[in-house]
Nanobody, 119 residues
Framework: QVRLVESGGGLVQAGGSLRLSCAVSGRTSSWYRMGWFRQAPGKERESVATIIWSGGNKWYADSVKGRFTISRDNAENTVYLQMNSLKPEDTAIYSC????????????WGQGTQVTVSS
């Protein structure tokens, strides 16, 4: 059974940092790409950062470049999102997702973790 479980969200002041974790279980040998997404109230879900599970190639949304870093620990089957210099506009529910080799859509999702940045 595939499970993605996020943790690490919380309340932080603007300029602060948080590190989100996404623990992955099931079919880990077949993972192709992992990603972090966020959805703020009244807004559509947007992609924040993605990483290729095997090669480590990364992509970032322009809004987080230079502030957020995605990484993965293959041995621990965990994907991280280090978030620095947080801004109030980063406030959202952050979710991780995974897809398999040969698929273009995101197949599996976590339940999400709330990140709130106060001004």
């Amino acid at each position: 059974q595939v499970r993605l479980v996020e943790s690490g969200g919380g309340l932080v002041q603007a300029g602060g940092s948080l590190r989100l974790s996404c623990a992955v279980s099931g079919r880990t040998s077949s993972w192709y790409r992992m990603g972090w997404f966020r959805q703020a109230p009244g807004k559509e879900r947007e992609s924040v950062a993605t990483i290729i599970w095997s090669g480590g190639n990364k992509w970032y949304a322009d809004s987080v470049k230079g502030r957020f870093t995605i990484s993965r620990d293959n041995a621990e089957n965990t994907v991280y999102l280090q978030m620095n210099s947080l801004k109030p506009e980063d406030t959202a529910i952050y979710s991780c997702a995974a897809t398999l080799t040969g698929y273009t859509n995101w197949l599996y999702w976590g339940q999400g973790t709330q990140v709130t940045v106060s001004s």
